[in-house]
């Protein structure tokens, strides 16, 4: 079959087409014919050798697909051959088949276009289990959303404000910050004009933000300190501006504020399956009712990988970018 490989090591890596093998399905796995993948930052990483996939993952990069079940490996008794379902992958997204265990599927959600729903899986599972596992976000709190206009930052706007809080998300530029008000955001602080902190304050009487969702790491963390409330929980899953910072455990200890960070590709996949099944529960009607949808900012075959992916490094994209085989 068909799949986008990585030619190169580190910096100088390069996508291309190539043909692979495809591995059979063990026990409780299947097999998926691939509508679209999701393109990822975790890709940027893993391109540049600084992401390596899982023992057993392909080597070829991809976290998400959309697609219809192919065949079933043994042991598979709630998918069926023809079923349209996406899916939370280790890796190897970017191919015309993947292999996948059936617990991180979930079916595709009534009145979505199959080719768009490859936006979801990686973005949605990301966003439930980090703002209500890990942030424990309730009801008429405030949630800031650092990024609103990436893949997660787009679905974590409209989950956020599904959930009933009441959300603050950050954007470049005035056409960025007006998608994020579509999208539900109830403030959008436009960060090249403005200091995120005061903003946040300003918006919320001095209080400050319940729950940080922080796609930038290091060089944000005493921002995002300072803009929790109190008993606040700062959330990190992306380290765009690097892997360290300063921490004034003072006013931590002052706002009895955590500061957690997770992962989800290093995830077991007992895991995974439970934040999958979560979010069938949970998500899947919010996205059948039209309160969360996917967000694509384009569509490219397998051919333009490398022109997918520089829409991400250069922050023209806004939420996702698909590739289709």
């Not at 600084?50 to 697609?67: C, H, K, Q, R």
């Not at 768009?116 to 596992?133: K, Q, S």
């Not at 206009?149 to 679905?155: D, E, I, P």
């Amino acid at each position: 079959m068909r799949a986008v490989t990585i030619s190169g090591d580190g910096p100088s890596g390069k996508l291309t087409t190539s043909q692979v093998e495809l591995r059979e399905p063990g026990d409780g796995e299947i097999v998926v014919d691939v509508a679209a993948a999701g393109v990822n930052r975790a890709d940027l990483l893993q391109r540049a050798g600084l992401y390596p996939p899982p023992p057993g993952a392909p080597a070829w990069p991809g976290l998400e697909i959309s697609g219809t079940v192919n065949r079933l490996g043994p042991g598979v008794s709630d998918r069926r051959v023809g079923d349209e379902v996406v899916a939370l992958l280790d890796g190897g997204g970017y191919a015309e088949q993947v292999v996948v265990r059936a617990g991180q599927t979930l079916p595709l959600p009534e009145g979505v276009d199959l080719v768009d729903a490859a936006a979801l899986p990686e973005a949605v599972c990301t966003a439930w289990t980090n703002l209500v596992d890990t942030g424990h976000l309730r009801a008429g709190e405030t949630l800031l959303v650092l990024g609103g206009s990436g893949g997660v930052g787009s679905v974590a706007i409209q989950l956020g404000r599904a959930l009933g809080a009441r959300v603050v998300a950050t954007a470049g530029g005035p056409d960025r910050t007006a998608r994020c008000r579509e999208l539900g955001a109830d403030v959008v602080v436009d960060h090249r004009r403005e200091d995120v902190v005061d903003a946040v304050r300003g918006a919320t009487d001095g209080r400050g933000a319940d729950v940080v969702l922080d796609v930038l790491g290091g060089g944000a963390l005493g921002d995002n300190v300072r803009a929790l409330a109190p008993g606040g929980r700062l959330v990190v899953i992306g380290l765009q501006q690097g892997r360290t910072g300063e921490l004034d455990l003072a006013r931590l200890m002052a706002k009895r504020a955590v500061v957690t960070g997770t992962l989800l590709r290093s995830r077991t996949p007992e895991e995974k399956a439970e934040i999958v099944a979560a979010v069938t529960e949970h998500v899947w009607p919010l996205v059948e009712r039209g309160l969360i949808r996917p967000v694509v900012h384009a569509r490219l075959p397998f051919d333009e990988a490398e022109s997918a992916l520089g829409m991400l490094e250069s922050g023209e994209a806004f939420g996702k970018v698909l590739l289709l085989p």
